[in-house]
Each structure stands twice: as C-alpha cells, then as structure tokens.
Nanobody
Framework: QVRLVESGGGLVQAGKSLRLSCAVSGSTFSIYSAGWYRQAPGKQRELVASISSGGGTNCADSVKGRFTISRDNAKNTVSLQMNSLNADDSGIYYC???????????WGQGTQVTVSS
C-alpha cells in the first residue's frame, strides 16, 4: 500500500519561503513522475509542479520562477521549494505519484500553507 506523507507547511509572511517535503513509501518511487498539487478553499485541486522520473520539471505559470520541485530517489522523497510566497499560494498542498499525467494513488493528508499579506 502506497503512503504519501506531506510536511513542511505553516504560516508565513508574504515574500518569505517554505520548503515542503513528501515521503513516499510502499512503491517503486523512482519509476514514477511526481507532482505537487494545491487546493485553496472553495477551489479545485490544481497541479503546481511536476517532475519526471528522469528529473525533468514543469511548473504552473502562476509559480514559475518562484517554486522549484526536486526529488531524491534514494530517500523516496519529493520536495517543493517555494520562494516569494504571496496570499494566492495559500492552501493545502498534496503530493502524488503520476501515471500518464494522472495522480496514481490515494491522497495523503496534505500540509497547510498560509501566507499572510
């Protein structure tokens, strides 16, 4: 059974940084792409950034140049470095492994990010 555990969220002032981490267990992590999603109150969950099994990355236009996704296949973790945060970045952040661009496994509990302006 695959388990996804997100951590690193918190309350931060606008302009500051946070680093999120996702620990993945129960799967052959290295063969999958991985993605970070966020869900703001009243909105649908959206893909923020993704990283392929080979390390290629993509980011949503709204976070390009501010967020960086990375992975450590030895530790089965995927991270999201978030810089220059603004209020629109607030929400619950989730990670998942991707298959054909689609989230493959059950969601974890997520980690809350709140940016105060």
């Amino acid at each position: 059974q695959v388990r996804l555990v997100e951590s690193g969220g918190g309350l931060v002032q606008a302009g500051k940084s946070l680093r999120l981490s996702c620990a993945v267990s129960g799967s052959t992590f290295s063969i999958y792409s991985a993605g970070w999603y966020r869900q703001a109150p009243g909105k649908q969950r959206e893909l923020v950034a993704s990283i392929s099994s080979g390390g290629g990355t993509n980011c949503a236009d709204s976070v390009k140049g501010r967020f960086t996704i990375s992975r450590d296949n030895a530790k089965n973790t995927v991270s999201l470095q978030m810089n220059s945060l603004n209020a629109d970045d607030s929400g619950i952040y989730y990670c998942n492994l991707l298959y054909g661009g689609v989230p493959r496994f059950n969601w974890g509990q997520g980690t809350q990010v709140t940016v105060s302006s």
